[in-house]
């Protein structure tokens, strides 16, 4: 019995419970009176979601300042969309083809020379890529539908509920965030965070920077392009609009609102960013004035994002009342004083 109850203490910690009631709630969220609007943004929600958290895991945790991920996103719908339409294929067949021929076009395409250059050059080449897939979709504008776009893409069931598509991006953000914090909390994780924080010192270690650097190029391109992939199957039409500034912009500034290098950050700045930017349409040219306002005040009081202000709250109620201050803490690992970092969550 002991044995048992020391197995189950981790899993009874506060941070734990919240996860596993938050679950709850969003599981039972259709069956407690949300409406048909608020499930679709729900849905789109938990599909930038998984956009922005594999994005941070480029950027945040690797280091590696990717500017091209709307392009894997593009791919990954285009692809299992013309797939599922032309050749009238299932959903359920084209979308992990989707999502694993964006990772062999980003592996070999983006990731094979960008990891021969340093710094500006690779996030340079990265927004080339992105930038230089309007006009192939142009190019084949009798599969992709050019400039207008791709109609009547086939959904993933007929007459598609939106409790339905709630509960498909649900699961499928669900994974995505699973497989996520496998990699953090594993040795690719720790292989990237090592590049990127000294990568002299990694390479000492026997870190390969052009191993680990494809290999989170791979696992990003893999579950963005998944995503674009289900975005497509979810509206039944796609764009080359998806590509544009303002979406390269949301996404960017998801991650970063929540907070670089975090687990649960980019989650926060997905649901902020969308559900806020659905709200505030009615504010009109406003809205993303509104937004960006709001980005930019966080930025400036709290460089780490949202997850920089939860540390410090918890910091704050569990700092010893008396005797000195507790150590600074992120996901229960104590962070070295002075180090100004609050955003080390699931590293």
């Known amino acids: 019995m002991r044995g048992t109850g020391r197995r189950l203490m981790p899993l009874l910690r506060p941070r734990n419970l919240v996860l596993a009631s938050v679950g709850a709630l969003l599981v039972a969220w259709p069956y407690l009176g949300a409406d048909r609007f608020v499930l679709h943004v729900a849905a789109l929600t938990f599909v ?26 593009a791919i990954g719908a285009y ?13 359920w067949a084209t979308m992990p083809v989707g999502a694993l021929a964006t990772m062999a076009l980003v592996t070999v395409l983006v990731g ?8 500006i050059y690779i996030a340079l080449l990265t927004l080339a890529f992105a930038d230089a897939l309007p006009s192939v979709i142009t190019i084949f504008r009798a599969w992709t539908g050019g400039g207008i776009g791709l109609l009547g893409i086939p959904e993933l069931l007929e007459d598609l509920e939106k409790w339905q598509a709630y509960y498909f991006a649900l699961a499928f953000f669900a994974v995505a965030q ?25 390479q000492a270690l026997g870190v390969d920077r052009f191993k680990e650097g494809l290999r989170v190029f791979a696992i990003s391109a893999f579950f963005t392009g998944f995503a674009g992939a289900l975005y497509a199957h979810l509206l039944g039409q796609i764009s080359p609009a998806m590509l544009g500034i303002e979406q390269f912009l949301m996404v960017i500034s998801m991650w970063m609102l929540g907070g670089a290098g975090t687990l649960l950050g980019p989650v926060l700045g997905a649901a902020i960013i969308t559900f806020g930017n659905e709200y505030l349409r009615v504010a009109g040219s406003l809205r993303l004035g509104l937004l960006g306002l709001a980005i930019v005040i966080t930025v400036l009081f709290f460089p780490g994002g949202i997850m920089q202000l939860v540390g410090r709250a918890r910091g704050f109620l569990t700092r010893p009342r008396r005797g000195g201050s507790a150590p600074d803490t992120v996901d229960g690992a104590a962070l070295p004083v002075g180090s100004g970092s609050e955003t080390g969550e699931g590293r």
Not at 52 to 64: E, K, M, P, Q, V
Not at 79 to 91: G, H, I, M
């Open 112 to 119: 094979l020379p960008v990891l021969r250059l340093r710094g």
């Open 48 to 73: 930038w979601a998984v956009v922005a958290s594999y994005w941070n895991l480029t950027n945040g945790f690797a280091g590696i300042t990717s500017l091209g991920n709307m392009g894997f996103f």
């Open 178 to 202: 699973a497989a996520l914090v496998l990699v953090v909390r594993g040795a690719p994780g720790l292989a990237f965070v090592a590049l990127r924080d000294s990568e002299p010192f990694a």
């Open 79 to 91: 692809t299992s969309a013309v797939l599922a339409k032309e050749l009238d294929l299932t959903p």
